[in-house]
């Protein structure tokens, strides 16, 4: 699986647009982009992923560049509940295993 | 509602003294797994399994037993536990056992454990 490479923290104003960068410049053709996050102490939650295209659900939007060397994650109404470590990971699908291993992450932290 | 539960949330315990953390889902998942996470370690995979009767180690499963006689629940063993297993212990699960949406991963709450 690649490196991904996060900024360590950010802060994000409530109400506002977080965007999240992720670099991973030796993702393969094959690797996909999976964001993940963990609110202090608790499980992760999956938020989304995508390959190549610019991908959009509930909770988020990824935007993947043509070069798919880097991607960011965009929260578009940050709330004081979005406080939490965002994990971007690089995956190849294997056949089996699954296994999700995190790097250090991005403690966002949304200030009133 | 859909979720992963785990019990205990909260253990303390003694080296030696065998105890089971319990993991159900109610989504029917094919795909249910343990992690450990501690600091600076961050999050690895204990025991995994790909459907009924189908389990896998992960890469840190000595001193754990798993067993998935049922599609919802995946219980962790420690026969022996040992202070080096003291840990934050999520179990997680996934619709599918393979492919890209099997890394769409639910995890519950987590169950921190002490062993003294």
């Known amino acids: 699986d690649a490196k991904t490479t996060q900024p360590p923290s950010m802060d994000c104003a409530e109400g506002r647009a977080a965007n999240l960068p992720c670099n991973h410049s030796t993702i393969s053709g094959n690797e996909y982009v999976y964001w993940y996050r963990q609110i202090h102490s608790q499980g992760p939650q999956y938020i989304i992923h995508g390959l190549k295209n610019n991908e959009t659900n509930e909770m988020a939007s990824l935007i993947i560049t043509e070069d798919r060397k880097s991607s960011t994650l965009i929260l578009p109404h940050a709330t004081l509940r979005d406080t939490a470590v965002y994990y971007c990971?690089?995956?190849?699908?294997?056949?089996?295993?699954?296994?999700?291993?995190f790097g250090g992450g991005t403690r966002v932290l949304v200030k009133p | 509602e859909a979720q992963v539960t785990q019990n205990p949330r909260y253990l303390i315990t003694v080296t030696g003294k065998k105890l089971t953390v319990t993991c159900s889902q109610n989504m029917n998942h094919e795909y249910m797994s343990w992690y450990r996470q501690d600091p600076g370690l961050g999050l690895r995979q204990i025991y995994y399994?790909?459907?009924?009767?189908?389990?896998d180690k992960g890469d840190v499963p000595e001193g754990y037993k798993v067993s998935r006689k049922e599609k919802r629940n995946f219980p962790l063993i420690l026969e022996s536990p040992s202070p080096n297993q003291t840990s934050l212990y999520f179990c997680?699960?996934?619709?599918?056992?393979?492919?890209?949406?099997?890394?769409?991963?639910?995890f519950g709450p987590g169950t921190r454990l002490t062993v003294t």
């Open positions: 990971i690089a995956l190849w699908i294997k056949a089996a295993g699954n296994k999700l291993t």
């Open positions: 399994s790909m459907n009924v009767e189908v389990t």
């Open positions: 997680a699960s996934s619709l599918r056992a393979s492919g890209v949406h099997s890394y769409e991963q639910y």
